[in-house]
């Protein structure tokens, strides 16, 4: 046996011969463990094949599988003061805001569209997470009072997806200043006889949860979304005792009557399709009449985000 042919130079060719793999082809899942293509996650709205986790979206791309042909228009929200309590902790205020929109390349924590979905004029807002922990300031507020006003003037249902940790501790009571001024806009849809439909998705939490995500004319949520104030944790470690198993989470809720539904992401649209037609005194859908795939060119060429929406 010849040790530097048969083992040496082929080690050598394997390192110089070695394809690289980029990282972000695959995700795993935080539930089951399972190695997901990401092309194939994307297909399935990021809810996982194996077990049915369901996990982060960005409101994006939730807005281009819920809207009929994936066409919709950004509706233009209100620029607030950038910093108006010059905050400071390990960071600048101002240097948190834009690393989070590099990081995500959205403007802020909430994106405001409109369009159709099943045949439905719509307007949604939908929360972003990622975007400092979707924390709720002066630009969320403005962003449902720019949605609701929309809402009114074209007299069609706002329906909103939550995703949020809170009130955004860097514009301090200026941040809990929002939870009546969206209790404001969702007033003016009640006053305006317009359904107010609101998706909770994992994790819904705090001032969000205190005002209008909870304010709903029909409330939906994702399957084991944590919706609460105070977190679990934080309540163990006051009262001093264990919480029931899945405490807070979706189908607790559901069970003890503060949620109308628990909702798979991947059967949502269809199951808005119902509840809003069925608000707006409208015939059922028939799948056939639905607008199908084939006319995202031709829809997404038909709308377009006005000017002062660009990113």
Not at 218 to 243: D, M, S
Request: glycine content about 8%; proline content about 6%.
């Amino acid at each position: 046996m010849n040790w530097i042919s048969n083992y040496v130079r082929p080690k050598i060719n394997s390192l110089f011969n070695r394809r690289e793999v980029p990282e972000n082809l695959w995700t795993k899942c935080d539930e089951c463990g399972s190695m997901l293509f990401h092309r194939d996650l994307a297909e399935n709205l990021n809810v996982c094949s194996n077990c049915g986790h369901h996990m982060a979206i960005t409101p994006r791309d939730r807005f281009e599988a819920l809207f009929d042909a994936g066409a919709f228009a950004e509706v233009a929200v209100e620029q607030p003061v950038q910093d108006p309590l010059q905050f400071r902790d390990q960071k600048k205020y101002p240097e948190r805001l834009r690393a989070a929109q590099r990081a995500t390349g959205e403007r802020e924590a909430m994106l405001v569209a409109e369009g159709e979905i099943g045949g439905v004029g719509i307007v949604a807002a939908g929360q972003d997470f990622a975007f400092m922990a979707g924390s709720m300031g002066m630009y969320v507020g403005n962003a449902i009072l720019a949605a609701a006003r929309r809402a009114v003037e074209l007299e069609r249902p706002l329906v909103l997806f939550s995703a949020a940790g809170g009130a955004r501790m860097q514009e301090g009571i200026l941040s809990l200043m929002q939870m009546p001024r969206t209790t404001v806009a969702v007033e003016m849809l009640k006053e305006a006889g317009l359904p107010y439909v609101v998706v909770l998705t994992h994790p819904t939490t705090g001032g969000v949860t205190a005002s209008y995500a909870m304010l709903g004319d029909v409330q939906i949520a994702e399957p084991n979304a944590l919706i609460c104030f105070a977190g679990p944790r934080v309540i163990e470690q006051t009262i001093r005792e264990k919480l029931p198993e899945g405490f807070q989470r979706a189908e607790y809720l559901l069970d003890h009557g503060m949620l109308d539904r628990v909702t798979d992401r991947r059967a949502l649209k269809e199951e808005l399709v119902t509840i809003l037609r069925m608000l707006r005194g409208m015939p059922a859908a028939v799948r056939g009449d639905l607008p199908g795939p084939g006319l995202a060119a031709e829809g997404a060429a038909a709308i377009q985000p006005p000017p002062s929406a660009a990113r």
